[in-house]
Nanobody
């Protein structure tokens, strides 16, 4: 499975960006669709995920209310709409998925995912 992330760029604080992640194929029933990010000098961190088992979205605390994730099953694609961006959101954003479902408690664990996109850079200037 190949994942292609796109949509990153340079934006001023308060601005918006929309990231896309296109999968080359479906990864099976109820596979989660996630976004992680990694800032320079920091560890990769969870941003959001769609649990396709219960059709709910989950977010890291620091992006709740600002970021929204969604999906288009017909295109094997999911999205991350990012609003009110701040300089601390600057990072490489990567999408991830796996074959089959996982427990909700594992959605935020990078190790639970089998497939990763190459990452797209998001830079927010102050």
């Amino acid at each position: 499975v190949q994942l292609q992330a796109s949509g990153g760029g340079l934006v001023q604080a308060g601005g918006s960006l929309r990231l896309s992640c296109a999968a080359s194929e479906r990864t099976g029933s109820y596979a989660p669709m996630a976004w992680f990010r990694q800032a320079p000098g920091k560890e990769r961190e969870f941003v959001s995920a769609i649990d396709t088992w219960n059709n709910r979205a989950y977010y890291a605390d620091d992006v709740k209310g600002r970021f929204t994730t969604s999906r288009d099953n017909s295109k094997n694609t999911w999205y991350l709409e990012m609003n009110s961006l701040q300089p601390e959101d600057t990072a490489v954003y990567s999408c991830a998925t796996r074959r089959g479902r996982i427990n909700i408690s594992s959605l935020n664990r990078a190790g639970a995912y089998d497939y990763w996109g190459q990452g797209t850079q998001v830079t927010v200037s102050s």
